[in-house]
């Protein structure tokens, strides 16, 4: 749960996904789950097998912050969902530079 947000910016969620490539969970995947802003599905991952991990990003909506406050949850997908497992969650303004998961300032 994130507090104290600009009820007037636009936000997006950035994280790290390992991905199970001959690793001991794999005998689940390919594993689908979702990404939730207050309850809201606002994406759908689908692993991509070929490497070991996968940087993605994606705009929260605004009425999902507008009151100030975010819950962001990863569930497992109704279909093809056994667990989740990420890293490197950020949630930054929508437009504004800053540090993202993978980036390393020159």
Request: neutral net charge; charged residues 25%.
């Amino acid at each position: 749960v994130y507090e104290g947000l600009d009820r007037g910016a636009e936000y997006e969620v950035a994280f790290v996904a390992p991905n199970p490539v001959r690793t001991s969970f794999a005998l689940n995947s390919p594993n689908v789950y979702e990404v939730r802003a207050d309850g809201r599905t606002i994406a759908r991952i689908v692993p991509d097998l070929t490497d070991r991990t996968t940087r993605h990003a994606f705009r929260v909506p605004r009425a999902a912050t507008s009151d100030g406050r975010l819950e962001l949850r990863f569930a497992p997908a109704a279909e093809g969902g056994h667990s989740t497992s990420v890293s490197e969650v950020w949630l930054r303004k929508s437009g504004q530079p800053s540090a993202s998961p993978g980036h390393r300032p020159d």
